[in-house]
Nanobody, 116 residues
């Protein structure tokens, strides 16, 4: 069974930084796309950033210029570096990974809280 394990959430002040990590239990090259989504309190889950196996990245407009997604294939890990955090970034952040042959998977979620 494929597992995605997330680390790095927490409480940070407005303007601060956090780095999230997501480690897959299988070879990450099996996934065509990995990414991060988030669900703010009382709202629907939304896309934050994605990265393909070829390294193509995509960001939500709300995080462009502040967040950076990257991957370390040797560690089967995808990262989300979050800088200049705002209270509106408060959410549960979920790692996602998908590939045509292996299916689509979600992590358990990690809470990020930005205080004003």
């Amino acid at each position: 069974q494929v597992q995605l394990v997330e680390f790095g959430g927490g409480l940070v002040q407005d303007g601060g930084s956090l780095r999230l990590s997501c480690t897959a239990s299988i070879d990450m090259s099996s996934f065509s796309t990995m990414g991060w989504h988030r669900q703010p309190p009382g709202k629907q889950r939304e896309l934050v950033a994605t990265i393909t196996s070829g390294g193509v990245v995509n960001y939500a407009d709300s995080v462009k210029g502040r967040f950076t997604i990257s991957r370390d294939n040797a560690k089967n890990t995808v990262y989300l570096q979050m800088n200049r955090l705002k209270p509106d970034d408060t959410a549960v952040y979920y790692c996602n990974a998908g590939g045509a042959r292996v299916g689509n998977y979600w992590g358990q979620g990690t809470q990020v809280t930005v205080s004003s």
